[in-house]
């Protein structure tokens, strides 16, 4: 059975980083059949797409947090990690790591999801 | 970025009642759409893949049709346990982007 668990502090200061991990059982995130990724969601608003990592390591971001994320992933740990630096009040959000389907150019989509955490950066 | 605009923003419909609800993609995306349902402090479930497939375990009740920059999801018979809100996907392009969420009450 899947789950996909976040861990971290929920509280940052202005200015720090945030680190978030995920821990993944029931599944291997050497899988060549996902990929990982975080998901925000600022509190009362839509969902925000962060960025992902394929288990050769390659990583995508989106252009709008790209300066200030890092995505990283411990196969022998089987969990993968989120760093989003220099946090504002904007970045408060419950966050989600989640597990995306790939096995073709179609049929790719979030088939499992973390309960998500919530992160308050406030001083 | 692929801007995805879902409407309406919210709706009220009785049990029973056939709920639409639109997403249309600022560029083709093909059938690189998904749909999502989040109810409240939880995280979001799928429902349909690439446009029309209805995930395993989802009821026949929702569907989803569109190609292109069009796209359409009905809930044909409006269940009590429908209560959320709903959101489109694309995956044409990175960066990955949503909707921005239909909420869905029951009257």
Redesign the interface.
Known sequence: HLQLQESGPGLVKPSETLSLTCNVSGASISSSSYYWDWIRQPPGKGLEWIGTIYYRGSTYYNPSLESRVTISADMSRNHFSLKLSSVTAADTAVYYCARRRVVATSNQYFDSWGQGTLVTVSS | ?IQMTQSPSSLSASVGDTVTITCQASQGI???L?W?QQKAG?????LI??ASNL?TGVPSRFSGSGYGTHFTFTISSLQPEDLGTY?C?Q?EN????????TKVEIK
């Open positions: 970025d093909s059938d690189f998904n999502y939880k995280a979001p479930q799928l893949y690439d995930d959101y996907q995956y990175f960066p990955l982007t949503f909707g921005g969420g």
